[in-house]
C-alpha cells in the first residue's frame, strides 16, 4: 500500500513538472526541436534540471543498502549499446518530434487534450503490445532452434 502510495505520488510530482516545465505543450517541443527553423532553447534548461538532479539524488539514493518501499533496487544489468538501443531512441525520436509528445506528457494532457491525444497515446499502447508480441515470438523462436 506504501509503495502504491508513493508511486501515485512520484506520478503526480512528475506530471505537475511536466506541465509546469512546457513538456505538455507540442508547440513548444516543436519549437525545441526545430534547430534549423524558430528554435526556442527553453526546454533544454528543463532537460538541465532534470538531468543535474538526477545525478545529485541517484549517487545519494544507491548508497542505501536497499530502497525504502522494496526489497532491492531495480536497475539495468547491461550497459551495452547496440542496435536495438539505437533503432528504439530513433523511433522515440521521430515520435516525439511529430507529434510534440512523448509518453509521460501525452498522459499528463490525455484528459484534456482532445482526439489527437488519445490517437497518439493509443498508437503508443499499441506499439507496445506489438513490440512486446514481437520479443515473445522471437524468444520463442530462438528457444525452438536445436543447438
Known amino acids: 500500500m506504501k509503495a502504491s502510495l508513493a508511486a501515485g505520488l512520484a506520478g503526480v510530482l512528475f506530471a505537475v513538472g511536466l ?3 512546457g513538456m505538455t505543450d507540442p508547440a513548444k517541443v516543436v ?17 538541465a534540471g532534470a538531468l543535474g538532479s538526477h545525478a545529485l539524488l541517484r549517487r545519494l539514493i544507491l548508497r542505501r543498502q ?5 526489497q532491492s533496487f531495480a536497475l539495468p544489468t547491461t550497459t551495452r549499446v547496440d542496435a536495438r538501443l539505437v533503432v528504439g531512441a530513433a523511433l522515440f525520436g521521430v515520435g516525439w ?7 509521460g506528457p ?20 499499441a506499439g507496445m503490445g506489438a513490440f512486446r508480441w514481437w520479443e515473445s515470438a522471437r524468444a520463442a523462436r530462438t528457444k525452438a532452434l536445436p543447438g
Open 19 to 21: 506541465g509546469l516545465g
Open 31 to 47: 519549437g525545441f526541436l526545430d534547430v534549423a527553423g524558430a528554435w526556442d532553447p527553453s526546454l533544454a534548461f528543463v532537460m
Open 66 to 70: 536497499r530502497p525504502v518501499l522494496a
Open 97 to 103: 518530434g511529430l507529434a510534440g509528445y512523448c509518453p
Open 106 to 125: 501525452a498522459l499528463v494532457v490525455l484528459p484534456v487534450g482532445g482526439l489527437t491525444v488519445v490517437l497518439f497515446v493509443a498508437a503508443m499502447v
